[in-house]
């Protein structure tokens, strides 16, 4: 018979996730899963920041229903199939969808509008009252799914 999965303490989960106390302790009941995680971030933010978050995080999760839900770097929603697809960071005037290997993917509908200058990396920065094209956003996780994928399969 396996053991009961352990619930993180509240001071794990402070000390590895860097959510406030209130929250903390929300997601040490609930386990310290990534999307429980996320959920305390949603909530905790409470603002336009965190609705849009929420938003984005629902679209990503149309795209790709078998999307792994992460929370790495301290604090950061990531969302991957094979690999990253894109993290979900807030910002005091944006929330910032990073993709990973974003200057590989196609982006006819003209998402990407941050971090343009690299060579792996493309961001879709939204800020408050900012509007989603949610059939672009789309299309663009479901390419990054499949760049991952066909990455993985020939290594």
């Not at 009961?4 to 001071?11: F, L, V």
């Not at 066909?150 to 020939?154: A, L, R």
């Given at each position: 018979m396996s053991?009961?999965?352990?619930?993180?303490?509240?001071?794990?989960?402070?000390?590895?996730?860097a959510v406030k106390p209130a929250v903390a302790k929300q997601v040490a009941k609930a386990g310290g899963s990534p999307s429980a995680l996320i959920d305390g971030r949603i909530k905790e933010l409470g603002d336009w920041r965190g609705e849009m978050l929420a938003r984005v995080r629902a679209i990503i999760k149309q795209a790709d229903p078998e999307v792994i839900e992460e929370w790495k770097w301290r604090g950061v929603p990531v969302w991957e199939h094979a690999g990253i697809i894109c993290t979900g960071e807030?910002?005091?005037s944006v929330v910032k969808l990073t993709f990973a290997k974003g200057a590989s993917l196609d982006d006819p509908s003209r998402l990407f509008n941050s971090s343009l200058e690299g060579n792996m990396r493309r961001a879709i920065d939204i800020p408050e009252g900012g509007k989603i094209d949610e059939k672009a956003l789309k299309a663009l996780i479901r390419a990054a799914v499949a760049l991952n994928v066909?990455?993985?399969?020939?290594s």
């Open positions: 053991k009961p999965a352990k619930k993180a303490s509240t001071a794990k989960v402070i000390k590895k996730t807030t910002y005091k066909s990455k993985k399969s020939k």
